[in-house]
């Protein structure tokens, strides 16, 4: 989209939100026009110092300003930002949102509360983060820790779905929204390949067939994904069809070699790069 023509131009959020995936929503809103002040603690953002990079990325655009909201004047102060806002963005249990009076002052300005929890119902105050989410849906694999953080980076997608849907429904209603993003919930449908067998050991897209997997080459790793049978024809052609075929193929060649070729002939091979590189 072009600066001329974002769909939340004259939106104004407001975050509450610290650590991942609400930073990520609010990047995401404001790259698409919403103005964004980020609340954080008086001890900042967690996120800051574990991966200030990121960080910095994440917060490019917006007002950062830290209020102790236990404290009768930064509460005040925040009330006066949600005086002027549409959205309130927020990433914290239940007890907490109402300790602090929120949902009253969601009411009060009519505003759209877009909620990041971690569970719902009965057990809405336990606590979890994306590592405890992904292992109660069978998503990683002991002793190994994931590479993303998957279900904070597509729960950031879902609660930006919800500020999307949300304005609607306040526009039409005219009244205060409440959207609720449950973690929980978008973990389980992240782990859905894995229930209907689709991903997995030894599942389709599990490395059953040839054509989609990884090969050692001379120098590392590539990455196959010739499912299709156009691909898989050329994948013949060019490289191999059977698992022992491609091994000792692939293993014959650096990944570059591997990774020009199938530009050239239209075949998805990737170089296996280490996240410092890719």
Known sequence: MTAAHRPLDGVRVVSLAVNLPGPLAAARLTSMGASVTKVEPPTGDPLGLVAPTWYAELVRGQEVVRLDLKD???????????????VLLTSMRPSALERLGLPESVERHGLLLVEVVGYDGDHAEEAGHDLTYQASRGMVAPPTMPLVPMVDVLGSERAVSATLAGLRVRESLGAAVHERVVLDEVADDAAASLRHGLTGPGAVLGGALPGYAIYATSDGYVAVGAIEPHFAARLAEHVGSTRSELETAFASRPSAHWEQLGREHDVPVVVVRDPGSA
């Open 72 to 86: 009768p004047a930064d509460r005040a102060a925040l009330e006066d930002r949600l005086a002027g806002a549409d």
